[in-house]
């Protein structure tokens, strides 16, 4: 049967996140829905990711099996005429059999804006994080290199997270101010539940000088979530690439442009 990989969008707004909820309205279920539609027989969806209520996504993957023969232009063209305008399919194509939008990733980016600015937001109000007051951005540069590597990152874990291991390979993290944002970029191997979150509530604590950067590297060593700071709201985080291998040839989205959103 052959198998289909899709590029997807979506604000998460209005939804209790990507996994389908009897009672809550899902973005695995409107896509699923919309390409049942399109298949005219009923299609299950696999994530890359399952990104959590109010969270958003500019390179969200998912692969179907499906034996309907349809040209890739009319998955595309014609699940988006039936989706909600929060939610985009912006490629379509054929995959190997064996391709798995979750485990054939070998990384996964995160993109967390915050706006720190004494007025608070009117277009960007579902989609940033307000603060008040300025963030030293320096001091939370220079609490960043702590965290890169392979760690025990169980002070920046959500309780009910699920996964086997609290091991995590932190490749990228940056702070940079991008005109009135001051964004946070993650990549790591996989992510724990929370985990950019509880890091970056744990920066804004050292950006509004609650706490020196050498307080991260000891969070981290102790292992605690009680430690760490708070969890940052869903509203400001974007799952913005997910990384295959070259030869799968899956996709990229284009460059994340905090000042385009």
């Known amino acids: 049967m052959p198998r289909l990989a899709i590029g997807l969008e979506y604000d998460g707004t209005p939804f209790c996140g990507w996994q389908y909820q009897q009672h809550a309205r899902s973005i695995q279920a409107e896509v699923e829905a919309a390409l049942s539609r399109v298949a005219d027989a009923p299609v299950a969806v696999a994530a890359a990711g399952r990104t959590d209520a109010g969270v958003h996504a500019l390179g969200q993957v998912a692969h179907f099996d499906t034996g309907v023969l349809r040209e890739d232009r009319a998955w595309l063209l014609g699940a988006n005429s039936l989706l909600p305008p929060e939610i985009a399919i912006c490629w379509v194509r054929q995959v190997d059999g064996t391709f798995d939008a979750r485990y054939s990733a070998r990384a996964r980016t995160y993109h967390y804006l915050i706006l720190d600015r004494p007025a608070r937001p009117a277009l960007r109000r579902d ?35 699920q996964a086997r291991s609290p091991m995590r390979d932190l490749q990228k993290l940056e702070v940079r101010r991008d005109g009135p944002l001051v964004v946070v970029e993650c990549r790591a191997n996989a992510f ?11 920066l804004l604590r050292i950006g509004r000088g609650a706490e020196a950067p050498e307080w991260l590297a000891g969070v981290l060593a102790g292992q605690d979530r009680r430690a760490a700071g708070m969890t940052a709201a869903a509203r400001g985080l974007y799952l913005s690439e997910v990384h295959y291998p070259d030869h799968l040839e899956i996709p990229r989205p284009a460059s994340f442009r905090a000042g385009d959103l």
């Open 127 to 161: 989609r940033v994080l307000w603060v008040r007051s300025a963030l030293d951005v320096a001091a939370m540069q220079a609490a960043t290199p702590a965290l890169l590597g392979e760690h025990d990152f169980s002070a920046f874990r959500a309780a009910g997270c």
């Open 192 to 202: 724990l539940h929370h985990m950019v979150r509880n890091i970056v509530g744990s």
